[in-house]
């Protein structure tokens, strides 16, 4: 993480992370394995998100709202696996109110 943030720095960019929402830990069918080496997806993020902290790298967390829906609405943003244009849509509208500013060169501090 710490070399790409140096990469995207040395054109002139500024490098965060987005966590998408996963079905295999919101909206989980049957036989969708729901971790590999012992770990699942919110256990990735943990990880991720502590990763990111230490080199202070921005993380887009689109999973813990995603999380607050109702099943239904869950089921909606995935096809089997990928997001649906609604998953997107969701995705977008989570992301916008931080990444406007950051177009803008108003970024909180």
């Known amino acids: 993480m710490s070399e790409m ?3 995207s720095a040395s054109v002139g960019s500024k ?4 966590a998408l929402p996963v079905r295999s830990a919101l909206s989980i069918r049957k036989g969708m ?3 590999f080496c012992d770990m699942d997806y919110n256990d990735e993020l ?4 502590e990763v990111c902290s230490q ?5 887009f967390d689109t999973q813990n709202p995603a999380s607050k829906l109702s099943e239904l ?7 089997f696996v990928h997001l649906t244009p609604r998953g997107h849509k969701f995705v977008a509208s989570q992301l916008t109110p931080a990444i406007e500013p950051l177009l803008a060169g108003k970024e909180k501090k």
């Open 5 to 7: 943030k140096k990469e």
């Open 46 to 49: 943990r990880m991720l998100k």
């Open 15 to 18: 490098f965060a992370v987005v």
């Open 55 to 59: 080199d202070n790298i921005p993380v």
């Open 73 to 79: 609405d869950k089921d909606y943003l995935f096809y």
């Open 33 to 35: 394995d729901q971790k």
